[in-house]
Structures are given as structure tokens and as C-alpha cells.
């Protein structure tokens, strides 16, 4: 079985000749300085390109990704739509939503006075000026649709596009935190034109992206966390009312362009949406965060196994920064165990790894895979 | 209770902002101690935290009655006699530790307590070791709490705690914990008194920290 064949199986809900593994992207890629840890603990030289400034996530290279023996690539507009739209004196950046970015540790993040609708009344929504395609967009989009047709012709790669349709999490961003979840009480008109300005956005690039790379890509993914570690962030009601349609609308629209698999992200206790997210056509979800609350891998396979394929779950919060590589390996074991059983799981850690795992655990993690996941399990 | 304010309380619980501010506006003019009219509201932000702990609200309601406490608060405020206005469950100095920015749950920390009676001094996120310590130093507060999101800078707590013992401040001073990466062992290997699951969680330890309830 050659590898876009092993994650397809494993999406597809049948068993593969084993699990297979991501590494890549935004949301199961390695922050820059654990990736230079793990270069240097392999041997490799190279130089770190970053492939998302927020996140500081780095470009694996080819070579660490034979390594680990890694089934996916992935592709997205980044880096260069990703870029820092304005960067300013002191090292901060303004992003291309117009949301501000300050260095704190090891990632950029929203300063309290970030939010550039903060105070914004309804009427100004329209007058915002949204990010429209930038100026490199045409050539962005070129790129993409070699690359892809590239991967998808040339390798066996499965190949995984990050997608542009993802709007909770950047409406929030707008206006900031507070405002949000008090607004969809107080003033849910706005908070509505927010993300249906959001959702237009994504929606206008993937009409142009979508077209040119459908036909080549297998996974396309979506990131909203619509929760934290020790539940939902909001009820289910609120969630059917005010994001759901919209997910659906979105959802609706890239499936009418490609047969991809809808792969989902959303963080900490994220099992409360399943059902509603199995029901708008998600096919995969993501990181499978089991530290957070509801969220055992033994009773997320019985219940919704049926319908939505795990892609994650190794513990980034505990296992894989302070267990030893021992540890790491139960943890891998324990995950196949429970979540791939007639297929539906595809491993990784839960969510990008951080510059505070060991090299050593990360090999660990993807050299346990291949040991402990040839078909059948046992 | 007054029964003038009878209402009160289940208006803040309904999330009813407008309600709410009549209600108070119209105890204030016929007279009612303020002080009730506080107690009033207190009770109304414990009953909307124990509807968050049993999973029937949300974030969303949980910060609009902050955001309806914090307004009427402003109201009242003024009405206040000088020794009312101090906080009487005591001082908490409150931040999210360095390299961290995630405040969100600090601040809904910081809502609960205050609703609670506690008086807060926010120190913001991404707070150096120094900046605790200069604000306990200064504040001389009951309670310091910690918050921090990521894994990589939760041991900016220990060295706060560390830093707080090695300067003297720690006798009498209690040290409070919170976070998606905190747990209970955490907290005891760092040398904390408490950990707060949740912002109604931390509001239960703090006040079994300085003695209110036990």
C-alpha cells in the first residue's frame, strides 16, 4: 500500500496495511525551534524556513519527512499569504485581517488592543476594508495548483490543503473575545455581519483556488476551535443558531468543488459538536485533544467512530513534553489501541508540536507508529 | 433580603441588562442600603457560576453577567460608604504569567472574584517575575494568582513562588494556580497552596484561602 492509499483507507473507514502518520501544516506541523532540535538530534542541515509566522511554524524538509516515514504533504497559501501584512517598529505585526501580532515566548499573539472592530458599530462592518485576494494572489494560486498536481501526480503523498474557510475564530479576532461572547447575547446582528463578511472572504479565494487544485487534493481542512480544555466554549444551541449554518454554507460550497475529504480542527473538549459537525459533512476530525474533558479516545471510537476518522491524539500537554520515550511509546499504543480498529485514525500529535518535546520523544512517537500499527491490531 | 429587591437577583441570573439597571436605580431611590443591593447581585453572579459548573450556560453568559454586574456595580458604586467600597474578602494580585498572553481566562478569573468580593489588581498578561513580586511587595495581597495557557511557560509559576519565598513575601501570603495545563500535581510541586479548575473553582479555593469558607 503506497501512502495516499494508507491515509484514504484509513479515512475511508476501512484498515490499511497500518496507521498512518501526519507531520505538516499549521495544525500537525512543529513549532521552529522543536524542528531544529529534531534536525539537529537527526542529523540533518538545513536551514529553518518558517512557514507560519503566528504559530512559528516551520517548513519540514523533505528529508525529516522520508524519516519519519510521514504519509501526507501539505499545502496552503502560505507562506506567502500568511505573511505579516505590516510589520512595525518593535517587532510586532499587523496581520492581514488587520488583527495586531506581538511576540510573547515562543509565538505571536493578539495584544488586548489588537482588535481592529472592537468598537466598530454594525453600520461599519460593510466599511472595513477586507482582506480581498492580495496582490501575489494569482501567483499564489499557480503555485498551489503545480504543487499539487505535482504531489498528486509524481508522489504518492496524500495530499492535505489548508484551507481559507475557516471564520469563528478570526470573527473573534476582529472584535476581540469579551465582545464576541457578549455580543451573542447583546448584539448578535454584529457579531452575525462579522462572520458572514469573514465567510465571504474565504469563500471569494476558494472560488478561485479550489478550481485550479480540486482534482488533486485529498484532504481539505478547517480550523475553528469551538472549545477549550474543560468544555465547550459555547451551548449547542447558540452553536446551531449562529455558526453552524454558516459552517454549512462553507462546507456546501468547497464540496461542490472537490471531493476531499472535510477534515476538521478543533481543539480541547470538541466531542459536544461531533454529531452536529458528522451531520454538515465533516469527515475527519482534529487534534483529538485528550487531556481536555470528554474526550477518551475509547469512548470517542464507540461513539462516534461510525462516522468521523480521529487524526491526531498523541498527548502534546503532558506525554510527549514531559514523558519519557518510553512513555511516548505506551501513549502511541494505547491511541491505536483505542481509536484504529476498522481504520478511521490517522496519528499525530495533538495539535503542532512544541519547542518543549525532546527530539527523542518525537522520533519515539513516529517510530512507535510503524512498530504498533500494522493491521490487524491486536 | 429587602423584599423591594426581590427580582434583582433573577434578573442578573435571566442576563437582562436593562432589568437589571432599573431595578437598581429604583432600589437606590427608595432608600435601600446599597450594601444589600450588592449582596443582591453577588448572589445572582453565584447562582449564573453554578449554572456554568453544571453545563447549563456557557462563556457567553457567564461574561454578560460580568459585563451586567461590572455595570451595575457602577451605578451603585457612588452610593457606597467609604468602608463598603473595600473589598471584604481581601486583596488579590492576578496575572498571566511571562511569555504568555492568553488572559482570557485570567479575566474571567478576575470577574468572578471581584463579583465574589474580592478586590482584584490585575496585573495583565505576559507579567515578569519582578512585576509579582514588586506587586506584592507593594499591594501586600492575600492571595497572588497565576494563570498560563501553554505548557512552555507554566514554570514561570515556580519561579514566581520561588522568587516570592526567596524575598520573604511568602509567610501569610497565599498562592493561587489556573490554567488548561495546571493540575493538582502541578500546583503541589511548585509549591502552591491552591489550583483553580475554572474561574467558580478558583473563586471556591480563594475563599478557603483566607478563611471564608472551609
Avoid at chain 1, 87 to 110: E, N, Q, T
Avoid at chain 1, 171 to 199: A, E, H, N
Avoid at chain 1, 334 to 352: E, K, M, Q, S, T
Avoid at chain 2, 128 to 134: A, R
Amino acid at each position: 500500500m503506497n501512502h495516499r492509499e494508507r491515509v484514504l483507507a484509513a479515512v475511508e473507514h476501512e484498515e490499511p496495511d497500518r496507521v498512518p502518520v501526519d507531520l505538516g501544516g499549521t495544525v500537525a506541523g512543529i513549532h521552529k525551534g522543536a524542528y531544529e532540535g529534531l534536525k539537529r538530534h537527526l542529523g540533518f542541515k538545513s536551514e529553518t524556513v518558517l512557514y507560519d509566522m503566528m504559530q512559528q511554524i516551520a517548513l519540514v524538509d523533505e528529508s525529516v519527512l522520508k524519516r519519519l516515514d510521514v504519509d501526507t504533504r501539505h499545502v496552503s497559501s502560505s507562506p506567502l499569504a500568511k505573511a505579516p501584512k505590516k510589520m512595525l517598529p518593535d517587532g510586532s505585526y499587523i496581520d492581514s485581517w488587520g488583527v495586531k501580532r506581538v511576540k510573547a515566548g515562543y509565538y505571536y499573539d493578539m495584544p488586548s488592543d489588537g482588535h481592529p472592530l472592537r468598537d466598530a458599530s454594525v453600520d461599519e462592518v460593510d466599511d472595513y476594508p477586507w482582506p480581498g485576494p492580495h496582490e501575489d494572489a494569482q501567483k499564489v494560486i499557480e503555485y498551489m495548483g503545480k504543487r499539487v498536481k505535482y504531489l498528486h501526480e509524481k508522489t504518492d503523498y496524500a495530499v492535505v490543503y489548508s484551507s481559507s474557510g475557516s471564520f469563528f475564530e478570526k470573527s473573534w479576532y476582529l472584535m476581540g473575545f469579551q465582545r464576541f461572547f457578549t455580543d451573542l447575547i447583546r448584539d448578535p446582528t454584529f457579531v452575525c455581519r462579522v462572520m458572514d463578511k469573514v465567510v465571504d472572504c474565504g469563500l471569494k479565494f476558494e472560488s478561485e483556488v479550489l478550481p485550479e487544485i480540486g482534482d488533486y487534493i485529498d484532504v481539505v481542512r478547517f480550523s475553528d476551535d469551538l472549545a477549550m480544555q474543560s468544555g465547550p466554549l459555547l451551548s449547542l444551541e447558540m452553536y446551531r443558531k449562529y455558526i453552524k449554518p454558516r459552517q454549512r454554507r462553507v462546507f456546501q460550497f468547497v464540496r461542490s468543488k472537490t471531493d476531499a475529504k472535510i477534515f476538521y480542527h478543533c481543539c480541547g473538549s470538541a466531542s459536544y459538536f461531533f454529531d452536529d459537525l458528522a451531520e454538515i459533512g465533516v469527515d475527519i476530525v482534529n487534534p483529538v485533544q485528550v487531556s481536555a474533558e470528554n474526550m477518551d479516545t475509547k469512548m470517542l471510537k464507540e461513539k462516534f467512530g461510525d462516522e468521523l476518522c480521529f487524526w491526531g491524539a498523541i498527548d502534546t500537554q503532558r506525554v510527549l513534553p514531559h514523558g519519557s520515550t518510553k512513555d511516548v511509546e505506551e501513549e502511541v499504543k494505547r491511541r491505536i489501541r483505542d481509536l484504529a480498529p476498522n481504520g478511521g485514525y490517522v496519528l499525530c500529535a495533538v495539535h503542532n508540536i512544541q519547542p518543549d518535546v525532546p527530539p527523542e520523544n518525537i522520533v519515539a512517537m513516529y517510530d512507535a507508529a510503524k512498530k504498533w500499527g500494522i493491521y490487524p491490531i491486536t | 433580603m429587602d423584599e423591594r429587591i426581590c427580582g434583582l437577583r433573577d434578573s442578573l441570573v435571566d442576563l437582562d441588562s436593562e432589568r437589571v439597571k432599573e431595578k437598581v436605580n429604583s432600589a437606590l431611590r427608595k432608600g435601600i442600603e446599597p450594601l444589600e443591593i450588592v449582596n443582591s447581585l453577588a448572589d445572582g453572579m453565584r447562582r449564573v457560576g453554578e449554572r456554568y459548573e453544571a453545563g447549563d450556560l456557557f462563556l457567553p453568559e457567564l461574561m454578560m453577567a460580568g459585563e451586567i454586574m461590572k455595570e451595575a456595580m457602577a451605578i451603585i458604586s457612588p452610593y457606597l460608604k467609604g468602608s463598603e467600597r473595600v473589598q471584604r474578602m481581601g486583596k488579590v494580585v492576578l496575572g498571566t504569567v511571562e511569555g504568555d498572553l492568553h488572559d482570557i481566562g485570567k479575566n474571567i478569573v478576575k470577574t468572578m472574584l471581584t463579583s465574589a468580593g474580592f478586590e482584584v489588581v490585575d496585573l495583565g498578561a505576559d507579567v515578569s517575575v519582578k512585576k509579582f513580586v514588586e506587586s506584592v511587595r507593594k499591594e501586600e495581597p492575600k492571595i497572588v494568582g497565576m494563570s498560563a495557557l501553554l505548557t512552555s511557560t507554566m514554570d514561570g509559576m515556580k519561579e514566581v513562588a520561588d522568587e516570592l519565598e526567596k524575598e520573604g513575601l511568602r509567610k501569610g501570603l497565599k498562592i493561587l494556580i489556573g490554567g488548561a495545563p495546571i493540575d493538582e500535581g502541578f500546583a503541589e510541586r511548585i509549591g502552591a497552596d491552591a489550583y483553580g479548575k475554572d474561574a467558580m473553582d478558583a473563586v471556591r479555593k480563594a475563599k478557603i484561602l483566607v478563611g471564608a469558607e472551609s
